[in-house]
């Protein structure tokens, strides 16, 4: 099953690009890679998910290499609204296997915009 | 719409304790998971259930119990609480299960055990 390693933290300013990073070397052929937020007290906020390629919606794109072994977070212009953890999650889960079936969340990105 | 409600917000159990956590979800979603998150670290599967009337379990399910007998609604059991199981518990439900698709997720039960 596929770990997931993100930097422990980020800075930014408001209006730059912040770019997050997601390595999942043992990625199976079947996991997609979804990207969470998550902000203090509150539970996490589906953003973006993708299999291959690019993916790109109104918040984020996501970008994922041919060998799908990592995955990179876009968020565009960020704002102090964006300060926030932020989650990697690779996996698929098997309908009744019989147990162990995971989703596995990676540590997060602590994300801090400043002024 | 409410989305995903978790009751209680806070829980504080003595070990051996029993209780029952209650999620609920208006979105009609076939799938609901039961999530952990402990300080510093991300969220880990307890059990899921992919329909009313089943249950499968997770990354971490030893010392929990699940149930699934309506649609809506997602029960989580600690049947002796120990002090490990001190955590956040998030519920989610998804349209389609969830390795590809968006969890929703709810706002957290906040149980400690002393």
């Known amino acids: 099953l596929a770990k997931t390693t993100q930097p422990i933290s980020m800075d930014s300013y408001e209006g730059q690009e912040v770019n997050i990073t997601c390595s999942h070397n043992?990625?199976?052929?079947?996991?997609?890679i979804t990207w969470y937020q998550q902000f203090p007290s509150q539970g996490p906020r589906f953003i973006i998910q993708g299999y291959k390629t690019k993916v790109t919606n109104e918040v984020a794109s996501l970008f994922i290499p041919a060998d799908r072994k990592s995955s990179t977070l876009s968020l565009p212009r960020v704002s102090l609204s964006d300060t926030a953890v932020y989650y990697c999650l690779v996996g698929d889960l098997m309908i009744l296997t019989g147990g162990g079936n995971k989703l596995t969340f990676g540590t997060g990105t602590q994300l801090k915009v400043e002024l | 719409n409410a989305g995903v409600t978790q009751t209680p917000k806070f829980r504080v159990l003595k070990t051996g304790q029993s209780m029952t956590l209650l999620c609920a979800q208006d979105?009609?979603?076939?799938?609901m998971y039961w999530y952990r998150q402990d300080p510093g670290m991300g969220l880990r599967l307890i059990h899921y259930s992919v329909g009313e009337g089943t249950t499968a379990k997770g990354e971490v399910p030893d010392g929990y119990n699940v149930s699934r007998l309506k649609k809506q609604n997602f029960l989580l059991g600690l049947e002796s609480a120990a002090p490990s199981q001190t955590s956040v518990y998030f519920c989610a439900s998804s349209y389609h299960l969830a390795g590809g698709y968006e969890q929703y997720f709810g706002p957290g039960t906040r149980l400690t055990v002393t």
């Open positions: 043992n990625i199976a052929t079947n996991d997609y």
């Open positions: 979105m009609n979603h076939e799938y």
